[in-house]
Structures are given as structure tokens and as C-alpha cells.
């Protein structure tokens, strides 16, 4: 069965302070890997797709990048508005699956 | 326009209430999909319609009812729900289902509330 796992659950940023996410996964058949933004209350918005390891994707302070085990989501100098949930989700021989998120809050 | 726009915001209902959950997308996707959340979980795959044909049905309650009465509507039914399906629902859309590219849009979501 696929699994997706995220951590940490929670992580407090100072504004400036970057940092990573980290998304491990076990799939059959990866097709995509896929990060979302979740704000309070709201649906999921698209991020990143990744589809083969080594590939970076970048947008903003957030800069995607994916290996065969896991995924990683750096922060570069977050800002408050980059406040939410990020989600992973993995796409193999099945419906999408997701993890339960990273809750970042950044500090002013 | 890539919207998915779904319809109530917030629904308060009671158990023996019989309620809707509507859902619309004008970006042409042929899949459409109803999501649960619960607080502080990940989405929950409910229900996938692929070219207004049901294809995924996960396992759930009779209570819940989907319906896909054009490519760019979906609707949830609810009748006789339980406190426990209080919850977040989310409609999402995508192009096609199976593609590698299931990027899928997310409407804001229907807060429901069960007493």
C-alpha cells in the first residue's frame, strides 16, 4: 500500500529562518509527487509536481526537490504569509495519497 | 478561469436533515472527486467520477449519495449523517483521471457540522 509521511507535524520559523519539510514515501510505480498549500479552512492549492528523482522545481522562497525515498520543501527566508499546512501527496498505480501535512507558522 | 467553486460554505445539519453539497468546475476536466477532511488529517478519497461515470466508490456509508449530472457538476448528497461526519468536504477536479499529470484544483471546501 502506498504511504506517505510528513514531519515534522509542526514547525515555528522566525521570519528569515529557513528551513526544510521533508516528505517520505513508499510507492508502487511513482507517477508524481505533488506538494499543496493548505490555509485554514480552504482546499488544497497546487505547488510542485515532481515526477523523477534529482528534479528541483522552484517558486518563490519555496524550492521542491525529490530523491527515490523522499521529498524535500526549503524555505528560503519565509515570510508570515507563508504561514499554513503543506501537503504531500504521491501518485503510483492508485489514487492520489496523501500525508498529513507540515503546520508551518512564521514568526514576524 | 480555474476555479472549482463549491456551494455551501458552511452547512449545519441534523441527523435526520436531508442535505446537498454542490460543486462546479468550467475548466473543461473530465474527473471529478469528493474528498473528507478532518481536522489536522490529510484528505480522504471518498468518491472519483471519470467522464461523469463513478469509478472509485471507497467504501462509504449509503448516507452519502454522489451524483454527476454534467462534466462540470458534482454533487453530494447527505441524508441521515452522524456527529462523526462532521468534517471538511473538498471537490477537486482534473484533466483526465490516470494521466501522470493528475494535478488536481481544489475548491475552498463545505465546513459541515453534524448535531
Known amino acids: 500500500e502506498d504511504q506517505v509521511t510528513q514531519s515534522p507535524e509542526a514547525l515555528r520559523l522566525q521570519e528569515g529562518e529557513s528551513s526544510s519539510l521533508n516528505c517520505s514515501y513508499t510507492?508502487?510505480?511513482?507517477?508524481?509527487l505533488f506538494w499543496y498549500r493548505q490555509d485554514p479552512g480552504k482546499g488544497p492549492e497546487f505547488l510542485f509536481t515532481?515526477?523523477?528523482a534529482g528534479e528541483e522545481k522552484e517558486k518563490e522562497r519555496l524550492k521542491a526537490t525529490l530523491t527515490k525515498k523522499e521529498s524535500f520543501l526549503h524555505i528560503t527566508a519565509p515570510k508570515p504569509e507563508d504561514s499554513a499546512t503543506y501537503l504531500c501527496a504521491v501518485q503510483g498505480n492508485n489514487d492520489m495519497r496523501f500525508g498529513a501535512g507540515t503546520r508551518l507558522t512564521v514568526k514576524p | 478561469d480555474t476555479e472549482v467553486t463549491q456551494t455551501p460554505k458552511h452547512l449545519v445539519m441534523g441527523m435526520t436533515n436531508k442535505k446537498s453539497l454542490k460543486c462546479e468546475q468550467h475548466m473543461g476536466h473530465r474527473a471529478m472527486y469528493w474528498y473528507k477532511q478532518k481536522a489536522k488529517k490529510p484528505p480522504e478519497l471518498m468518491f472519483v467520477y471519470s467522464y461523469e461515470k463513478l469509478s472509485i466508490n471507497e467504501s462509504v456509508p449509503s448516507r452519502f449519495s454522489p451524483e454527476c449530472p454534467n462534466s462540470s457538476l458534482l454533487n453530494l448528497h447527505l441524508h441521515a449523517l452522524q456527529p462523526e461526519d462532521s468534517a471538511l468536504y473538498l471537490c477537486?477536479?482534473?484533466?483526465?483521471?490516470?494521466?501522470?499529470?493528475?494535478?488536481?484544483?481544489f475548491g475552498s471546501g463545505t465546513q459541515l457540522s453534524v448535531l
Open positions: 515532481l515526477y523523477s
Open positions: 477537486a477536479s482534473s484533466q483526465v483521471r490516470g494521466e501522470a499529470n493528475e494535478k488536481l484544483f
Open positions: 510507492v508502487s510505480g511513482l507517477r508524481g
